[in-house]
């Protein structure tokens, strides 16, 4: 059987910015050959057990040729599967994705292609910079900026190029960081003014975005001062050189150019991770938590079939919720099964879990989202004397809240449904940047997240010093100060949101 192969644009940086058919198919394949300027946050989206495999360029460097990436599309398809070539950018602007598509033709393999944000157009933007204006520029031109080094004469059209800007056109380079003198001294021989408005934009769309703006003869230096390198887009045109109100969006979110360092577990960093984000901060994701499922859930299992002789089934965390589902499934039950008892659920992110997972409206969510907070308020809403209670949770969960409820009467029945860990290691990079300096913020979820970065750091944990620390609530505060870690800040209400509120107020 032959498989199929899709090229995909992935967009110029931003994970957010490929397209729905685009992720669609990245998440139903079988395998993604992926390149180098590929954010490696859209390789997550692929599904388990997936083959990834690196087939980028960097610093000139090939994981792999041009022809072995084309000859490897041919023979995964030829085991049947379903590919995604995901390329940078646009697959056919300046990604040689027609070649690719030729290649492929050519040995028999059907495929398509689902086009993707150009960096020529979205890097601009992000920068304050529309590369079309009604009173300033009319035309654009895409340009290749990577020409071989040795090469005598370009073979791109200078005249044309400052013709064009000089009558109202915008022109973006790609690829031209290593040949911005000879464009720049090539424009300006052919007679475009030296004062031309220019800009360069780095790692465009990303939390890692800089660019710099000046003359045309100026930008080198520029450049250089500000330490900017590849990979890069220079525009140069009156438009590099507007200044109007609401351009520069994307730098002006107000935790842009902070780096924050998420210690959540793998399973839910992203939702934190998404909000710090779209807010403009870099996010270093360190789980310090692995979550595993408990070995025997024959005690767990019985308990479900029977739910219906507990009056109250209460769940603390999304993971509770995610693994009451899958065992469910397993005992062939649905939401139907859950009809005579009473929900009671912890926080927004366990609420919204349990009404996207399983369909379910919690009967009660109270106000204060720690565990000691549900019973406190289930307690004074409702009488628990008598009342049987089935609590699902962590293997390592705080004991107060079986205790109150306890005292209030109720008989409660506490499994657990998942086994919390500590991870092996921080991921690469994580303290390489805390080493030299680059990380401002760090977050901590819960308890353990403190007690097991300090653990993994080890002798190392001095490098905390100096680095902001936000805490979703007052038991981890409590722990963070037990372990000599100050806390820069508290979330008034301890869910995600209120951790990033708390962030962002202390910018």
Known sequence: MTGFVSL?????????????????????ADAVVFDALVNPRLLAEAK?????????KRGGDHNLTQEQTNQLLVDLAGEGLRVVRLKGGDPYLFGRGAEEVAYLARHGVKCDVVPGITSGIAAPMYAGIPVTHRKVASTVTFVTGHEEPGKAESGVDYESLAGLVKVGGTVCFYMGIGQLPRIVASLVGYGLDAGTPTAVVQWGTRTTQRSVKGRLDAIEKLIEAEGIGAPAIIVVGEVAGLDEPGLDFFTARPLFGNRVLVTRTRQQASEL??????????VLEAPTIEVVPTEDYSAVDEAVKG???FDWLVLTSSNAVELLGERMAVLGLDARHLAGVKIASVGEATTASLLSGLGIRADFVPKRTMGDGLAAELIERHDL?????????????????PKMLGKAGAAVTELAMYETRMAAALPDGVLDALKQGEVDWVTFTSSSTVSNLVALLGDQRGFLEGVKTASIGPVTSETMRGLGIAVTVQAEQSHVRGLVEAVVGKI
């Open 273 to 282: 991770s998404r909000q710090l984000e779209a807010l403009g901060a870099e």
């Open 8 to 28: 995909i644009g992935a967009g110029p940086g931003d994970p957010g910015l490929i397209t729905v058919i685009g992720l669609e198919r990245l998440r139903a």
């Open 307 to 309: 739910v219906g002789r």
């Open 48 to 56: 388990p057990g997936a083959r990834l495999i690196d087939a980028g």
């Open 385 to 401: 004397s008598g009342r049987s209670v089935l609590l699902l949770r962590a293997d390592i969960a705080r004991p107060g809240l």
